[in-house]
């Protein structure tokens, strides 16, 4: 009888990069307590797989949190004084 060998894959295609948080933090140069803030309170950010107790997110949500980011940001900085125009 023996040990089946493991299933072939058919397509060649590489199984997608998935990032975790603290990847998007330091590619978008903010602080982490940052991005797991916006991770965790939008529901519409889904990670992509989980290992274990990990959330590991594709590259679209480093733009996504990108986003969010920069909304906060807004909504903080009143007009005229400083931040981005």
Do not use: C, N, Y
Request: hydrophobic share 40%; glycine share 8%.
């Amino acid at each position: 009888m023996g040990i089946a060998p493991p299933p072939r894959r058919i397509d060649s295609t590489p199984p997608p990069a998935l990032i975790t948080a603290g990847v998007i933090a330091s590619e978008l140069d903010e602080p982490i307590h940052r991005v797991v803030r916006v991770l965790a309170t939008r529901p519409w950010i889904k990670p992509a797989a989980l290992a274990g107790r990990v959330r590991l997110f594709d590259r679209r949500a480093i733009e996504q949190v990108r986003r969010e980011l920069d909304g906060i940001d807004r909504r903080r900085t009143p007009l005229g004084q400083g931040g981005a125009a």
